[in-house]
């Protein structure tokens, strides 16, 4: 069975920084691109960071680019977001997920999901 899992999730003051970790099991993601999206109240989901977990490239969203740090542990099998000078609108449900193809930023191409963990930024 594939499991997704995030932890790391919590409150944090704006300025702070946070760093989410995605256990991943059940199968192996080696051909697969990992990614974390996150969804705020009344708002769609969308794309924050991925990376590829054969290669090591990354793709950023700009809201995030220079603050947020994507990198994966293939060892480990987990992939973490670092999350640097963070603001309230960083506020949201953190997903994790692994695509096998397609647009790594469309959520529509990624065939596993965590459950999600909760980032609240105060201001």
């Known amino acids: 069975q594939v499991q997704l899992v995030e932890s790391g999730g919590g409150l944090v003051q704006a300025g702070g920084s946070r760093r989410l970790s995605c256990a991943l099991s059940?199968?192996?993601?080696?051909?697969?691109?990992m990614g974390w999206f996150r969804q705020a109240p009344g708002k769609e989901r969308e794309f924050v960071a991925s990376?590829?977990?054969?290669?090591?490239?990354?793709e950023y969203a700009e809201s995030v680019k220079g603050r947020f740090t994507i990198s994966s542990d293939n060892p480990k099998n987990t992939v973490y977001l670092q999350m640097n000078s963070l603001k309230p609108e960083d506020t949201a449900v953190y997903y994790c997920?692994?695509?096998?193809?397609?647009?790594?930023?469309?959520?529509?191409?990624?065939?596993?999901w965590g459950q999600g963990t909760q980032v609240t930024v105060s201001s």
């Open positions: 997920a692994a695509a096998r193809y397609g647009s790594i930023r469309n959520s529509g191409s990624y065939d596993y």
């Open positions: 059940g199968r192996t993601f080696t051909n697969y691109a």
């Open positions: 990376v590829s977990w054969r290669g090591g490239s990354t």
